[in-house]
Nanobody
Framework: QVQLVDSGGGLVQAGGSLRLSCAAS????????VGWFRQAPGKEREFVAAISRSGTTTFLGDSVKGRFTNSRDNAKNTVYLQMDSLQPEDAAVYYCAAGAILDLGLILSRRYDYWGQGTQVTVSS
């Protein structure tokens, strides 16, 4: 079983930055791709970013391209989402998710097997 703990959210003013972390239990973290999804009140869950098992391939949602960056440290069983130039529209609960997913499926939330509890990101204008 894999347990994910996502953290790093908080309050930031527009234009600021946050780094979210997704820490996974187990010794097979490198076997899993990790994705990030967000959900704001009244809105559907949105794909944000994903990183392949090796960390060599990343995917970013259209709304965050050029501002967010994925990275992973398999030795620490942790994936990071660096969020720069945050805007009020980015405010949401952010969830990390993991699964043995091929690259083509990384944007699909239903393909992920494990989910973190979510971390709140609030952006003030």
């Amino acid at each position: 079983q894999v347990q994910l703990v996502d953290s790093g959210g908080g309050l930031v003013q527009a234009g600021g930055s946050l780094r979210l972390s997704c820490a996974a239990s187990g010794r097979t973290f490198s076997s899993y791709a990790v994705g990030w999804f967000r959900q704001a009140p009244g809105k559907e869950r949105e794909f944000v970013a994903a990183i392949s098992r090796s960390g060599t391939t990343t995917f970013l949602g259209d709304s965050v391209k050029g501002r967010f960056t994925n990275s992973r440290d398999n030795a620490k069983n942790t994936v990071y989402l660096q969020m720069d130039s945050l805007q009020p529209e980015d405010a949401a609960v952010y969830y990390c998710a993991a699964g043995a997913i091929l690259d083509l499926g990384l944007i699909l939330s239903r393909r992920y097997d494990y989910w973190g509890q979510g971390t709140q990101v609030t952006v003030s204008s």
